[in-house]
C-alpha cells in the first residue's frame, strides 16, 4: 500500500466518522425498522423535483452532491444539499432533513400519523 491509499482511506474513515456523527440525529424521529442512507449522486444531474439549492463556485472545484434518505416501509423521505466541501453537503442535507422531519412531528405527534405524514410529504400531497 503506497502514501498515497493511506491518505485516501484516512479520509475515507474520516467522512464515514463524520456521517455516523450526523445520521445520529435523527434517532429521535426514526425507529429499530428505518434505513438511513448518505448517497452521493453525480451533481451533473440533478432531478427537476429536486429542492436542494445549486450551488454555485468556481468551475475548478469539485462539487459533491449529497442526500440523505429515511425509509421504513413505504415511506421514504430525503433531502439533499451541494458543496465543494464533502463535510458541508453531508451537513446541509443533515440540516434540511431535520427541517422537515421537525414540522413533520410538530403537526403530527401520533407514530402511526407520523409515518402516514412523512409518506404525504415524500409524495408531495397535503398534510391536514
Do not use: C, G, W
Amino acid at each position: 500500500m503506497d502514501q498515497n491509499d493511506n491518505i485516501n482511506a484516512d479520509s475515507n474513515n474520516e467522512v464515514q466518522s463524520f456521517i455516523y456523527q450526523q445520521i445520529a440525529e435523527f434517532e429521535p424521529f426514526i425507529t429499530p425498522k428505518t434505513l438511513v442512507m448518505v448517497i452521493a449522486r453525480n451533481p451533473d444531474f440533478q432531478n427537476e423535483d429536486s429542492q436542494a439549492e445549486a450551488y454555485i463556485t468556481d468551475e475548478k472545484k469539485q462539487i459533491h452532491r449529497i442526500a440523505i434518505v429515511l425509509k421504513e416501509d413505504e415511506a421514504t423521505i430525503e433531502a439533499e444539499a451541494f458543496h465543494d466541501n464533502i463535510f458541508e453537503a453531508i451537513k446541509f442535507a443533515k440540516e434540511s432533513l431535520l427541517q422537515k422531519l421537525i414540522e413533520i412531528q410538530n403537526e403530527v405527534e401520533d407514530p402511526n400519523e407520523r409515518l402516514q405524514a412523512i409518506e404525504q410529504a415524500r409524495s408531495n400531497e397535503q398534510i391536514h
